[in-house]
């Protein structure tokens, strides 16, 4: 069992499925970085703010892990959010205001002492709209 993974597992649950907002603060780093944010925005307050606006973008984001692949350090997660764009968002460019998306993408995070540092993101902006969902 990769206790990285688990965490990991844990967060996506909490946080992103069930609102858990207070995890943020015992597993993120003051000094994590997610590579796809602005200059300058850090640690859990960061986390906090750029997760509202994306709940403010999508405020009925159904978050679906596909797929989690832990080695070390290093935890993977395959996944895709699917629900109505409201808002546009710094970042993601869509044009579907008022629109159902589905928006699919692979984050990979670094956990070093059961805290996450850093983040990368890999979005799929080719295919988030589909008419079929």
Do not use: T
């Not at 909490?14 to 590579?35: A, M, T, W």
């Amino acid at each position: 069992m990769n206790i990285n993974k688990e965490l990991v597992k844990l967060f996506y649950e909490e946080v992103y499925k069930n609102g858990n907002i207070e995890l943020i603060d015992e597993l993120i780093s003051p000094d994590f970085v997610s590579h796809n944010w602005p200059k300058g925005l850090k640690g859990p307050e960061g986390f906090k703010m750029h997760y509202a606006k994306f709940r403010e973008a999508i405020p009925n984001a159904e978050y679906i892990v596909k797929e989690f692949i832990a080695e070390g350090e290093r935890v993977m997660i395959r996944w895709e959010v699917i629900g109505i764009y409201q808002k546009r968002i710094s970042g993601i460019n869509i044009q579907y205001i008022g629109q159902k998306i589905s928006l699919k993408g692979v984050s990979i995070y670094y956990v070093e002492n059961d805290f996450f540092v850093q983040r990368r993101i890999f979005f799929d902006f080719q295919n988030y709209k589909n008419e079929n969902i």
